[in-house]
């Protein structure tokens, strides 16, 4: 039987590959973004905090006695190569990319959610105080991203 330890470890492996796959997103999608300046500076300062959360994860885990899984790393690194490659040949791609990122915002903070209402039933304030942070991050950049899906789509394309 799993037990919740069991169960917070092996989600905050799944977050730290999130976070990487996340990185690559917001990398590509950053490196592609030419008429949208303000929306290039938000997803810059957003992958400067996502450059920093697979650490933060790490040091969990390791408190935990756990290590990070290479190959759901290296999964969540090729689906968003995958992504950005197929978005490089839309006319919209910032809007859907836009979208996209939105989604993305929306599946990990419900990630953070689970990992903080976890880390509080196993008693480990310090992952509850991580996840926390993270956690208030994605929220800004999801409220950030909600509030400005009209005008990305209001610019001329």
């Known amino acids: 039987m799993t037990t919740k330890e069991d169960r917070l470890l092996q989600w905050l492996r799944d977050a730290h590959a999130m976070e ?3 990185e690559a997103m ?3 999608q950053a490196s592609r973004i030419v008429s949208y300046p303000e929306l290039k500076q938000k997803i ?3 992958l400067a905090e996502t450059r ?5 994860l790490q040091s969990c885990i390791e408190r935990r006695g ?4 290479i190959l759901k790393d290296l999964m969540g690194r090729f689906a968003a190569m995958g992504q950005g490659l197929g978005g490089a040949v839309m006319d919209d791609e910032v809007i859907k990319g836009s979208m996209a990122s939105y989604t993305f915002e929306h599946m990990e903070i419900a990630a953070y959610e689970v ?3 976890t880390a509080e039933a196993c008693g480990d304030v310090e992952t509850v105080a991580v996840c926390q ?3 208030n991050e994605e929220t800004a950049m999801a409220t950030w991203l909600g509030e400005n899906l009209g005008p990305v789509v209001a610019h001329p394309i």
């Open 26 to 28: 917001l990398s590509a």
């Open 66 to 69: 756990g290590d990070i899984s």
């Open 44 to 46: 810059e300062e957003h």
């Open 133 to 135: 942070r993270i956690l």
């Open 52 to 56: 920093r959360h697979p650490d933060m």
């Open 115 to 117: 990992l903080i209402a």
């Open 20 to 22: 990487k796959q996340a």
